[in-house]
């Protein structure tokens, strides 16, 4: 997730934009730039690093100029560094995008065997490149834009300058947010709102497939076709700062809603167009690996830890390797058995947690090939692993980590695949079944999330308990652990996630009606035994929140709450128990007045052993 930034008028263009970057920077942070019409010419200036970065690189210079793009960086294709900053110029052609392009490596090949040299790792390069090929073979700039958008796959937010056009900005959008803001006399492009809020409230929201052309004070918006569509500008009343959180009163709330779009961007790109193949750049190459590993070791901490619990559960049935679950920090005391037959996953949404890369160095020590899946490219976690699977969630503020877990879920399940075809474990019908059922997931998830209010509903109720129990089995057990983290974590109640056979070996001590328990009861092998531990409960007047699938009718006369899931196969259940659980913790805190993006004691990532 990166943000964008244009301008077309009157004002300093470079104050515009670096203020617009400077709102955005909640959407990336690793690189930053922009492209400015000055003296008939694009003048371009990037840096990796934060803005602040930018801003000392061009604090001397006078880039007077009346149009402009910018943009800050949240990398996916090539690490950080000055040369895979945005803007990318190409001949006469600027560009700035977020979104991920798919073919961006055969385009690439044609386009080089054509002539045309590329100085970075980016997808976006290419389609500065693409654009200006169209140009220059003599389509007029919104034409050679149009032409390019129909040879890229993928997602694309766009902003476009032409060193010919010193009068003109394009933007385009597909899957990739997009605003273009009209003020007195000006206009402006942006990821979000917030990046031009202070110029002006009114605002088109492009949709999908949809681009704009700016210039002489007016847009047009047009189809890839060319035809003109009309659109009304809307009124944004948000204030900037909670324009930076879409509206939403915190950012992990807001985190929590965007779960569809971030597996969605996960899962881009690793199915092949068959869907008979997983596609992990790099991984793929390895042919000896899969054949040569006798045994997987997970590590990691905290929520990661608990995806890792479902990774062991998915990875063990879809590829029937074993595998071996360590929290980091206690990983390397237990002389682990560890050695070049290993393949040791080490999974992080920051990559730069101590616990777990020590537990990573620990296994390269003693030999093991090294696989990281990590939401942060160029992190330390990513730099030190043979090989990285990158999450494509975007930058996760909250400091409770929401969907970062759930596309590392995404993830374990492509790897569980992947390792599965490659073991022959998995036939083509089968591979083809589970993608089918991956692929309805961002549905899913948006379905779930639609059940909010609900859930708000419910947690009104247990604001003031002070334990929770969270119960489930089999693969829902680590979610259990999960719900249980992310309600002690934001909301300060004490609450444990237990395997439901176990209640009856202590817990069922701690059961009254003072102490809610969340029964994880969705239809699969295990149901049965779950029903029978909510009537252990029901017996003892315990308080039950159920979260059941939407076909249960039963459930309803033995628990208090009912949360329905939509139905899917068991492998893919944890993804969708997940976001209730998110979402009750999140109410109960915000209930109690808590700072749910801050949590008192914690941080976002703990660099410390
Ligand atoms: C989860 O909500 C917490 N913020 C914490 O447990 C976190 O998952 C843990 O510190 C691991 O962080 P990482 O994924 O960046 O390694």
Redesign the pocket.
């Known amino acids: 997730m990166c943000g964008i930034v244009g301008y077309l008028g009157p004002r300093e263009t470079v104050q515009v934009l670096m203020e617009g970057l400077r709102r955005l920077e909640y959407r990336g942070y690793d690189s930053a730039g922009i492209a400015v019409f000055h003296g008939g010419k694009i003048e371009v200036r990037r840096a990796q690093g934060k803005l602040t970065i930018l801003e000392e690189a061009i604090a001397g210079e006078s880039l007077e100029g009346r149009l402009g793009i910018g943009h800050t960086r949240w990398a996916t294709h090539g690490r950080p560094s000055d040369d895979n900053a945005h803007p990318h110029k190409a001949g006469s052609i600027a560009v700035v995008h977020n979104g991920i392009i798919e073919n961006y490596l055969s385009l690439k090949k044609v386009l080089m065997e054509k002539g045309h040299v590329f100085n970075s790792e980016t997808d976006t390069e290419v389609i500065a490149h693409l654009i200006d090929h169209f140009h220059r073979e003599g389509l007029p700039f919104d034409e050679a834009v149009r032409r390019a958008l129909g040879e890229i796959k993928g997602s694309y937010a766009l902003g476009v300058l032409c060193e010919k056009e010193p009068d003109k900005l394009i933007a385009a959008r597909s899957e990739s947010p997009l605003v273009v803001g009209l003020g007195e006399g000006e206009l402006f492009i942006a990821s979000d709102t917030p990046a031009v809020l202070t110029y002006t409230r009114n605002f088109i929201f492009l949709e999908d497939g949809e681009m704009a052309v700016l210039s002489g004070g007016k847009v047009e918006v047009l189809d890839l076709e060319g035809k003109s569509i009309p659109r009304e500008p809307k009124r944004v009343m948000w204030n900037p700062l909670m324009a930076e959180k879409g509206g939403y009163k915190h950012f992990m709330l807001k985190e929590i809603m965007e779960q569809p779009r971030a597996v969605t961007d996960t899962i881009r790109g690793r199915i092949s167009e068959d869907r008979s193949e997983i596609v992990f750049e790099g991984l793929d190459t390895d042919e000896k690996m899969v054949k040569e590993i006798n045994k997987i070791a997970l590590v ?5 830890y608990h995806a890792a619990l479902v990774g062991r559960y998915l990875i063990e049935s879809l590829s029937r390797i074993p595998v071996e679950v360590d929290i980091g920090s206690e990983f390397r005391y237990r002389n682990p058995l560890v050695d070049e037959k290993t393949l040791l996953v080490a999974i ?3 990559g730069e ?1 101590a616990d ?1 890369l020590a537990a990573l160095r620990e296994g390269r020590k003693r030999g093991a090939r090294t696989l990281a899946i990590c939401n942060v490219v160029e992190s330390s976690l990513s730099r030190e692993s043979d090989y990285t699977i990158f999450t494509y969630a975007g930058p996760e503020i909250g ?3 929401t969907k ?1 877990f759930s596309t590392q879920l995404v993830i374990l399940y492509l790897i569980s695949l992947f390792l599965g075809k490659r073991s022959g474990h998995i036939d083509h019908p089968h591979m083809e079944e589970f993608i089918g059922e991956l692929v309805k997931l961002p549905h899913l998830l948006e379905e779930v999330v639609r059940e909010h209010k609900e859930i708000e509903r419910i947690a009104r109720k247990y604001v003031h308990a002070k334990n929770f129990l969270y119960l489930g089995r089999g693969i829902n057990y680590p979610i259990a652990l999960e719900g249980a ?2 309600l002690k ?1 934001i909301s300060y109640i004490h609450a444990e996630g237990y395997p439901a056979g176990e209640m009856k070996h202590g817990p069922i001590a701690l059961i009254d009606r003072e102490m809610p328990v969340v029964a994880l009861a969705t239809r699969d092998d295990t149901y049965e035994k779950v029903m029978n531990n909510i009537e252990e409960v029901h017996a003892r007047e315990g308080r039950i929140i159920a979260l059941a699938s939407q076909d249960d009718k039963e459930i309803a006369s033995k628990v208090e709450d009912v949360i329905s899931i939509p139905p899917t196969i068991s492998a893919l259940t944890p993804m969708l128990l997940t976001i209730p659980l998110q979402l009750l913790a999140y109410y109960i805190a915000d209930f109690k007045g808590n700072d749910v993006d801050q949590p008192r004691n ?1 941080a976002k ?2 660099t410390v052993e």
Do not use: D, I, P, R
Not at 300 to 304: E, H, K, L, R, Y
């Open positions: 990691a901490c905290g929520t990661s992080s949404q920051s947690t777990t400091v409770a980590s970062a983290l992310k974590e914690l990532s703990v």
